[in-house]
């Protein structure tokens, strides 16, 4: 399955903004998870949110939970994430991604992700 993800700019701080994953070549159902990722200049890549592809369990960083919502829409094929309140400390380049593994197992854990979308920068600034 490609990814391309999509949605990113640049917003000032308390401003939502919503990040789409659309996949191409397979379905979204084909991958037992699938995932946001964001990563920061000079950081390692961190999970964000994920989602299981069989139903509708959720996962956060504990940092963001409240804030974000990840949700998927199987039909179109396209996983979304609802970014609402963005701080200066969200700005990064985010990645969606495709785990086959389970999302309690996959976990935010960057090895256990085979697949990824090119990233859509998000700049949050004054």
């Known amino acids: 399955v490609q990814l391309v993800d999509s949605g990113g700019g640049s917003v000032q701080p308390g401003d939502p903004l919503t990040l789409s994953c659309t996949a191409s070549g397979d379905t979204i159902g084909s991958s037992n998870c699938m995932g946001w990722f964001g990563q920061a200049p000079g950081k390692d890549r961190e999970g964000v949110a994920r989602i299981l592809t069989a139903g509708t369990t959720t996962y956060y960083a504990n940092s963001l939970k409240g804030r974000f919502a990840i949700s998927q829409d199987l039909s179109r094929n396209i996983m979304t994430l609802q970014m609402n309140g963005l701080k200066p400390d969200d700005t990064a380049m985010y990645y969606c991604?495709?785990?086959?593994?389970?999302?309690?197992?996959?976990?935010?854990?960057?090895?256990?992700?085979?697949?990824w979308g090119q990233g859509t920068q998000v700049t949050v600034s004054s």
């Open positions: 991604a495709t785990s086959t593994r389970g999302c309690t197992y996959a976990g935010f854990v960057t090895g256990n992700w085979n697949n």
